[in-house]
């Protein structure tokens, strides 16, 4: 599934990677308008794979015995609901772009 998110990165064009951490935060900083779909997309995706990240992280701190399981359990559940709308989001795509191919020239 992160290969799959990671792979929208390439919507952006060559030689351009997603942003995480301080780079978020300067996109967030753009204004909308010059924010192309593929880039929006690309940028979710980013944030979505650091989230799950962060989760995996938190895991294995947490079976370390470093992390609080409270901690542990709202990494975890944060990851689950992120993951849970990249899919909704994937699902809204693919319909839209089969829809798209059904459409009469």
């Known amino acids: 599934m992160l290969d799959a998110l990671n792979s929208l990165s390439a919507l952006r064009g060559p030689g351009a990677t997603a942003s995480t951490g301080a780079s978020a935060a300067a996109s967030a900083a753009r204004p909308a308008a010059g924010v192309g779909f593929a880039d929006m997309l690309a940028d ?7 989230s799950l990240k962060g989760a995996e992280a938190a895991s294995i701190t947490g079976l370390q015995g470093k992390a609080s399981v409270q901690h542990v359990v709202q990494s975890i559940m944060a990851a689950e ?18 829809e798209i191919s059904r459409m009469a020239i």
Do not use: C
């Not at 609901?81 to 089969?98: E, F, G, I, P, S």
């Open 81 to 98: 609901a992120t993951l849970q709308t990249a899919l909704a989001v994937r699902d809204k795509v693919v319909a839209a772009y089969q």
């Open 44 to 50: 979710i995706s980013g944030q979505a794979v650091t």
